[in-house]
């Protein structure tokens, strides 16, 4: 049995389920000064806005503590099952990831302390953290994992020989404000199935407005990989990520938006798998011609170690599946601010 493969699939399937998760959360809060400012409807109290903002957070509340676990996890399998590649990886992208602990660390404060106190000023300044982390956390993931897919200076010992700038090239750049962009998209195509009212309505238009920006903006990254690094298995699940999001923008101009979420959560999906197969057999190839590139043979633990971590995998990752899926199944009724009540401020 191939584990060092089975491995690289499953940190792939890791990184597609963060990515499709917490996607439409990092969305939902970019989404706060657009959605949650009264919408299209100019000089709405402020009470209103607020009500409209505390809907849209708690739309994500019993979500988004448990999606970022998958980006804990796929970390953890990275470090267990390929530890010089983990190594490589966090030393190369030392900063933006960094960057990125502090972007989900801020946000995260912001989503837990926002409530508690009602004061107008304290609210703002929460809000601003939860908006920044929400646009810089996608950002920063979709320029790591792009310079991934696009190599990196490492040298015949494996160790990154770039700078912070190398890592700041026009391919990381676009898949950044892609990963931003698509986001936003699923964010309020998400908002849209789980809101009611007017925030249900405001959702759906700003959904079929940036996506018309993320179109323009997935293809041209996806005529990228496509170009630069595609085999046949690339270029076809970049063209279904493609028919994905045209699909799910024109359910949710139709107001069907289950499947507008479908649309854009299989975008998420197969342009992840697009991404680690092109990486593939490779988990961080060098640019340097006379580099070594970190493989998933020459990166992996040993056997012994990879066939621990199945057996546990196949015990708990059901278990974990299980659990998700029944938290979403519970949490499936749709919100409006009707069902709010008055805050609950912790003294």
Same mark, same amino acid.
């Given at each position: 049995m191939d584990y060092p493969l089975i491995w690289f699939l499953l940190v792939g399937v890791l990184w597609t389920g963060y990515l499709v998760l917490e996607g439409f959360d990092f969305g939902v809060g970019a989404l706060l000064p657009v959605l949650g400012g009264g919408g299209a409807r100019v000089g709405a109290a402020v009470d209103e806005a607020d009500q409209r903002r505390?809907?849209?957070?708690?739309?994500?509340? $019993?979500?988004?503590? @448990?999606?970022?676990?998958?980006?804990?996890?796929?970390g953890g399998a990275m470090f267990a099952a390929f530890p010089e590649w983990y190594a490589s990886m966090f030393s190369a992208f030392y900063l933006p990831l960094l960057l990125l602990l502090v972007a989900l660390i801020v946000r995260n404060m912001g989503l837990d302390y926002r409530h508690k106190r009602d004061d107008g000023t304290w609210r703002r300044r929460w809000d601003a953290a939860i908006i920044g982390g929400s646009v810089a956390a996608p950002f920063l993931v979709g320029v790591a994992l792009t310079n991934l897919v696009r190599g990196v200076p490492l040298d015949a010992d494996h160790e990154y020989v770039g700078t912070l700038w190398t890592l700041l090239n026009g391919p990381s750049l676009l898949g950044g404000v892609v990963f931003?962009?698509?986001?936003?998209?699923?964010?309020?195509?998400? *908002?849209?199935?789980?809101?009611? @009212? $007017? *925030?249900?309505?405001? %959702?759906?238009?700003?959904?079929?407005?940036?996506?018309?920006?993320?179109?323009?903006? %997935?293809a041209t990254l996806l005529g990228w990989l496509v170009t630069t690094q595609g085999g046949l298995l690339v270029t076809s699940l970049a063209l279904v990520a493609a028919i994905a999001l045209v699909g799910g923008l024109a359910a949710n101009r139709a107001g069907r938006e289950g499947m507008a979420f479908g649309g854009t959560a299989l975008t998420w999906a197969a342009a992840a798998a697009a991404y680690f197969v092109a990486l593939h057999p490779a988990v961080m190839p060098t640019t340097l011609a006379d580099g070594a590139s970190l493989t998933i043979d020459n990166a992996a633990s040993s056997t012994m170690t990879l066939q621990i971590m199945t057996v546990a995998a196949l015990c708990f990752v059901p278990i974990v599946l299980g659990y998700t899926a029944w938290t979403y199944w519970v949490f499936r009724r749709r919100l409006s601010t009707d069902h709010l009540g008055a805050p609950a401020l912790v003294k």
């Open positions: 505390r809907v849209m957070l708690t739309s994500i509340g $019993p979500h988004w503590d @448990g999606n970022e676990v998958w980006l804990i996890t796929a931003v962009a698509l986001s936003v998209t699923h964010g309020a195509i998400f *908002l849209s199935l789980k809101t009611d @009212g $007017p *925030l249900r309505a405001d %959702a759906r238009m700003v959904a079929t407005r940036s996506g018309l920006v993320t179109v323009v903006l %997935a």
